[in-house]
T-cell receptor
């Protein structure tokens, strides 16, 4: 079946612009995670949804970052007033209820100029 | 807060050699996972360890969870060029919460 998909794959933004990154998890996967991965580093947790409920947003670096999953499937990560330090790959992952294995999408590479 | 450290950061291996990468947590973990990320790719799940002292094998890969559930290791025997990539450990302090990833061990294999 189809895996986790993310769009766009690449995004270039000017400093101060708002961006929206989309994640389509595997159908039926209840849990959805967003991570930020800087070059040469491991993924850093941003936020976690179970269905439409955002259960943990402790990793969001500032109030410029906002995530939603209104119908419990597709999720959007929004970054307002982008800064250069926001440049990274944003990964989305999902997993089935009762299973810990996370399936990652290909990521969105965000470059802020 | 919880920290997960991995060593070494880089591992240069001759094809056919063995190597081990280590993962250490500052806190006791409920479980630990290992992922592999190929260059330009995304992390792919390899295995999960839950029990103290647990050892699991996948072909040439051997994974171990420490007795105190604060450290883990991945040992690869007879390295092949297909083993190239970055190996991450990721720990959890509760059953279903967020994963804390280490910085990874980047493995380069020389034929």
């Amino acid at each position: 079946g189809a895996g986790v998909s993310q769009s766009p794959r690449y995004k270039v933004a000017k400093r101060g612009q708002d961006v929206a990154l989309r994640c389509d998890p595997i159908s039926g996967h209840v849990s959805l995670f967003w991570y930020q991965q800087a070059l040469g580093q491991g993924p850093e947790f941003l936020t976690y949804f179970q269905n439409e409920a955002q259960l943990d947003k402790s990793g969001l670096p500032s109030d410029r970052f906002f995530a939603e999953r209104p119908e419990g499937s597709v999720s959007t990560l929004k970054i307002q007033r982008t800064q250069q330090e926001d440049s990274a790959v944003y990964l989305c992952a999902s997993n089935r209820q009762g299973y810990n294995e996370q399936f990652f999408g290909p990521g969105t590479r965000l470059t802020v100029l | 807060g919880q920290q997960v450290m991995q060593i070494p950061q880089y591992q240069h291996v001759q094809e056919g050699e063995d190597f081990t990468t280590y993962c250490n947590s500052s806190t006791t973990l409920s479980n630990i996972q290992w992922y592999k990320q190929r260059p330009g790719g995304h992390p792919v799940f390899l295995i999960q360890l839950v029990k103290s002292g647990e050892v699991k094998k996948q072909k040439r890969l051997t994974f171990q969870f420490g007795e105190a559930k604060k450290n883990s290791s991945l040992h690869i025997t007879a390295t092949q060029t297909t083993d190239v990539g970055t190996y991450f450990c990721a720990g959890r302090t509760d059953s279903w919460g967020k994963l804390q990833f280490g910085a990874g061990t980047q493995v380069v294999v020389t034929p």
